[in-house]
């Protein structure tokens, strides 16, 4: 069988060069895993993550998944906060997270490494756009932060639903890094930066973050922050509310993190609550929700009933319900997503089968 090498640079080089169709592909597979996880017994076949902590702060993952034909562990390295800190907000930190993805056949034989570092962000993101590509008002969008969270969910967004979007603002505290990305996104992309729509930084101490809170379509949350990105009154106001959104929180991944005001989420749940009428049944939407309850620091703290908890699996299993659908296409959607296994294993397997088009990678007939 033959076996497959992706460096980060093979992993970029596809991901930054995908078609409508690749990208069509690569959304099927993870709708599909994310359905096999959540609605056909797959769950109980996946195993706990394991996490090792050592007195200097590293931390490292061992994020592990099997499906009928795989078997994937992804090792992560987190370093610790002292090497990711600098006294000057425009100076770059080394990156926070490395790792890499093995692959494997049902038994055992090994059939790819990828490096997993764009893996994880364009996976996470293609998360969020699983809901977001059905949106019917994306005219305004908010990023906060300025990394490859916030890179992808840019560039998928614009990918699946680009035709509609008119303005694109970034809040990042580093202006660095906010030029950083907006090169990227002009500079790199296989298609140039669309015309129509306006990409621009939130200037602090000059624009107003609640206005532009309240005017966004879709707010995508891409930092590791703990403390929420914006207070509940942003949205719960009487103004706020004469508009709806989809918010999708992935940056925070630990108890001691929240992105998400807990204030905030405990009113969505709430079906009496301030958002009563554009929330359907109370719902917030997750991708594990085992993993929410173990690692999503705003929802515990929040105290929410994991029976308000719906996984996107839950969602794709068949015919959504007329409420449903309005709810997704119009209401106000919440997203929390701290990752899940399967994910990793359906995206590294479909980028191994498109690696070969793409004239990347180093390929060995047996390993």
């Known amino acids: 069988m033959t076996f497959t090498v992706l460096s980060d640079n ?9 078609t409508q169709s690749d990208t069509s592909t690569l959304v099927e597979a993870l709708e ?4 096999r996880y959540s609605s056909q017994g797959e ?3 996946q195993p ?21 034909q795989s078997i994937g562990v992804k ?6 906060a002292s090497k990711l800190t600098s006294a000057d907000p425009n100076v770059a930190p080394p990156p926070a997270l490395r790792s890499a993805l093995t692959l494997c056949d049902a038994e055992g034989q090994a059939i790819g490494v990828l490096n997993a570092a764009e893996l994880t962000a364009f996976r996470t993101a293609l998360g969020s756009m699983l809901l977001f590509r059905l949106r019917k008002n994306v005219q305004n969008l908010v990023v906060f932060g ?21 303005n694109i603002t970034v809040v990042n505290r580093s202006q660095k890094r906010t030029e950083a990305l907006f090169d990227d996104l002009r500079g790199e992309a296989q298609a140039p930066w669309p015309s129509h729509i306006s990409l621009k930084a939130f200037q602090d101490g000059t624009d107003d973050l ?7 379509d879709a707010l995508f949350c891409t930092t590791p922050s703990t403390k929420p990105l914006f207070p509940t009154i942003f949205l719960s106001s009487e103004i706020a509310r004469k508009k709806t959104r989809f918010i999708s929180a992935i940056g925070s991944y630990r108890l001691d993190m929240a992105e998400i005001d807990p204030e905030l989420l405990k009113d969505i749940v709430d079906i009496s609550g301030s958002f009563a009428n554009q929330v359907w049944e109370g719902y917030i939407t997750v991708d594990t929700r085992d993993g929410c309850l173990q690692e999503a620091g705003e929802l515990v703290s929040a105290g929410i009933d994991p029976k308000k908890m719906l996984e996107v699996g839950n969602i794709f299993e068949g015919k959504l319900e007329p409420a449903q659908k309005e709810w997704l296409e119009s209401g106000f959607v919440m997203y929390k997503s701290v990752g899940v296994g399967v994910m990793d294993i359906a995206i590294g397997q479909a980028l191994l089968q498109l690696a070969p088009s793409k004239n990347v990678g180093m390929s060995m007939e047996s390993f």
């Not at 090792?75 to 610790?80: N, R, Y």
């Open 10 to 18: 093979d992993v970029k080089h596809i991901l930054r060069n995908l």
């Open 32 to 35: 599909n895993a994310l359905v």
């Open 43 to 45: 769950q109980q076949y």
């Open 48 to 68: 706990h993550r394991a996490v090792v902590s050592r007195p200097d702060g590293q931390v490292s993952l061992f994020m592990l998944a099997t499906t009928e």
């Open 75 to 80: 090792i992560v390295g987190i370093a610790p």
């Open 146 to 166: 300025a990394g490859k969270q916030a890179l992808w969910h840019i560039r998928l967004a614009i990918l699946l639903q680009g035709d509609k979007i008119k």
């Open 210 to 216: 609640e206005s532009l809170v309240q005017e966004a």
